[in-house]
């Protein structure tokens, strides 16, 4: 009697801790994405996790470019509490990396040969000193243009080939009564139109020389000079009413008609696609245009923080696991609007736009013409690229000459050295 | 019995004290040690996290050497200056009109002082429209027919600052008007009597006896509109998010970003260090003036 009592007691106090040690890990991942594509988007990793063994625990930090996430973020670090994954844009993996705080990836690397299915010029912000510590999920892509194909056809206009073709498309816009070119006052916006004059007039060699190594003779050079003053040319090409446009905002002034084009990244797609909007039927997407093709890069990558736990640790190498799979690239990028960093992804499914965006980073890698986004941190690191963005934005709406905008620009930029 | 009284006299000595003692403390620490320890990065090298090194005055070479910083100091200075003298003119104004014993009194107060309720995020992003030429103030009244109208000062770089002053003077007259309705219904009436029977005009009167009686009153007004005016934060990011072209660049929003957009924590924490030093001039003079007379009053 008292044998078996014991054995159900022993029972009793067992079954918790055995369903404990079934039920699913949780993994804590922090990052920035908070619109409905993004979301879905995530979803897609989050499922698939899910069939590994691991609750996804979300921690969605949104708001004002991801800079409430990383304020979230280095508090956290700072009370010995980082979350399990934390997702990272451009420098900011490596800025951690350096710090020591991020766990190693590279026996997954090794063991699945990751190294080899990525776009090789990706593997810099992937790893510190031969040590990969995160792992990416997609890559959008920076210089596009997007145009809303009835209003082009009203006005007569060809895909441009050349920024004198596009400046000289947008004046007929304007004769016709359309806002040229939707875009706003905030300056990381007139940044995205600046850094795609930068490569297409100049060419990839240069861009590299100025925003990527930051040379002085570079970016003090005549070539600066004319860049700004081709941008200086966009001065009146828009509306009144960009004043602190939200960069959707201004994708829907394109997607109903009443502007021409923006100049933008490929996350503005999914703005048309939601409008229901068909991709060379409803509105054009073209590379910004140039007579050196090249291709411009962002991505979003997850890394794991130093955590001593064994389950949180196989779960960090889980998401990795999960966000390196073919499939789930394929159905995230789906959603997302961008393009699978993997390179073996096959295409079939996606539409025109993103095809093309493979099909132009293939031919960009062979001709060593792929290079980070400076507005948006895959170029310097944010204390330079902050520099560029104060005077491309300070440029714009100001009647600043070109001359003193050189000059501010390799000030600013030996300031922050 | 008789050693009951002192303890209830020590508990006495010692509650207030007790009292205060957590307080204290966390102002000492939320306060005054971190004031120090932004001191010290601030002369370190510090960039994405602290560093414990030293490297002097680098980092306010640095501070100084940025355009934007001066921009902002620039800004700060039109910004506070506008911002406290319509703030507390209108205020004044307001407290003085209303306090004449009209009948509506109560409603009007009540609607005066309610932007007061709202956020600076909600005061800021709805002038945002309504100082937006393309959906605001300007394109009613081009609408009306007056087509050549113009009111595009939030797109101007040198005018946007005062878009700010505008939208923060709204939000705050209220509050000022509150603050002086109170003082002046502190003020007997037989002063004001006795200067009408002497035969003093009533703006005379509100000049020379009234507005003079209203000092606490501007004391309290003056220090909690500066200290609106320096933490004004929100506000900016809402309204004009530091543009067009960091045009209306404020310390605050500077700090913010070399902080943890940039990178740049040393300078963050210089910048801050300049504002500290920045409020520090001003008020601690003028309290020191204003709190040492009172108590010489006493």
């Known amino acids: ?417 | 019995m008789s050693r009951s009284t002192p303890l209830s006299n020590r508990i006495e000595n010692w509650l207030p004290r007790l009292v205060l003692a957590p307080s204290l403390l966390v102002v000492l620490v939320a306060v005054y040690l971190f004031i120090c320890w932004t001191g010290w990065i601030s002369l370190s090298s510090s960039m994405i996290v602290p560093k414990y090194d030293f490297v002097g005055l680098n980092q306010y070479v640095r501070l100084w050497s940025t355009p934007r910083w001066h921009t902002a100091v620039f800004n700060l200075f039109v910004f506070s200056t506008l911002f406290l003298a319509l703030t507390t003119g209108l205020g004044l104004l307001m407290a003085i009109l209303l306090d004449q014993k009209i009948r509506v009194e109560g409603t009007l107060r009540a609607i005066f002082l309610y932007p007061m309720a709202l956020s600076f995020i909600v005061t800021g992003t709805a002038w945002k429209w309504i100082l937006n030429p393309a959906l605001g103030v300007q394109k009613v009244v081009n609408d009306l027919g007056w087509t050549s109208f113009v009111f595009d000062w939030i797109a101007q770089p040198t005018f946007a600052i005062y878009c700010v002053v505008i939208a923060a003077v709204w939000q705050s007259t209220g509050f000022a008007m509150a603050i002086f309705l109170a003082g002046l219904r502190g003020i007997d009436n037989s002063v004001i009597k006795a200067a009408q029977i002497e035969g003093a005009s009533l703006p005379l009167i509100y000049r020379t006896i009234v507005v003079p009686m209203l000092r606490p009153a501007f004391l309290s007004v003056i220090v909690l509109l500066s200290y609106i005016a320096i933490k004004s934060f929100d506000l900016i990011l809402a309204l004009t998010n530091t543009g067009p072209g960091s045009a209306t660049e404020m310390p605050s929003t500077f700090m913010y970003s070399a902080t943890f957009r940039r990178d740049q924590m040393g300078v963050g924490a210089a910048s801050a260090m300049m504002m500290l030093m920045t409020v520090a001039a001003i008020i601690v003079p003028y309290l020191y003036s204003e709190l040492k007379e009172s108590r010489d009053g006493q």
């Open chain 1, 1 to 417: 009697m008292t044998k078996f009592k014991r054995i159900l007691l022993a029972a009793a106090l067992g079954l918790p801790f055995a369903g404990q040690a079934m039920a699913q890990t949780k993994i804590e991942g922090l990052h920035v994405w908070t619109s409905a594509s993004e979301v879905g988007a995530l979803k897609v990793i989050t499922d698939k996790l899910k069939t590994m063994g691991f609750e996804w625990q979300d921690s969605a930090v949104g708001g004002a470019n991801g800079a409430n996430a990383q304020q979230a973020l280095r508090t956290r670090v700072a009370a010995g509490n980082p979350p399990a994954v934390m997702q990272f844009l451009g420098f900011e993996g490596l800025g951690w990396a350096k710090e020591g705080v991020l766990r190693s990836l590279n026996d997954l690397y090794a063991k699945n040969g990751w190294k080899d299915a990525l776009p090789p010029v990706m593997l810099q912000f992937l790893q510190q000193d031969d040590t990969f510590f995160s792992t990416p999920i997609n890559m959008h892509r920076q210089n596009w243009v997007w145009a809303n194909k009835a209003v082009f056809d009203k006005a007569g206009i060809a895909i441009p080939t050349s920024w004198d073709e596009l400046i000289a498309s947008a004046e007929k816009l304007k004769a016709i009564g359309v806002t040229p070119i939707a875009m706003s006052d905030e300056s990381w916006q007139i940044e995205e139109l600046f850094e795609s004059m930068l490569i297409d007039v100049n060419g990839p060699d240069f861009y590299k020389k100025a925003a990527i190594d930051l040379d002085e003779t570079a970016l003090s050079s005549p070539e600066m000079i004319k860049t700004f003053e081709l941008l200086g040319k966009v001065r009146g090409l828009h509306d009144a009413g960009f004043t602190g446009r939200d960069w959707a905002a201004a994708t829907n002034l394109v997607a109903n008609g009443q502007a021409g084009m923006q100049i933008m990244g490929d996350w503005a797609k999914g703005e048309f696609l939601a409008k229901g909007m068909k991709p060379g039927a409803d509105f054009l997407c073209f590379p910004t245009p140039t007579a050196t093709p090249n291709y411009k890069f962002v991505f979003d990558t997850f890394g794991g923080f130093k955590i001593k736990n064994a389950d949180i640790e196989k779960g960090q190498d889980a998401v990795a696991e999960a966000i390196m799979d073919p499939e789930v690239q394929k159905k995230f990028n789906l959603i997302k609007g961008s393009i699978p960093a993997r390179l073996d992804v096959p295409m079939d499914d996606f539409d025109d736009c993103a095809k093309r965006s493979f099909s132009d980073r293939v031919a960009a890698i062979k001709n060593n013409a792929i290079y980070g986004s400076l507005t948006d941190g895959f170029a310097v690191e944010p204390r330079f690229s902050g520099v560029f963005q104060d005077v491309v934005g300070k440029f714009f709406v100001t009647d600043m000459s070109a001359e003193d905008a050189v000059k501010s620009l390799v000030d600013g930029i030996n300031n922050a050295r």
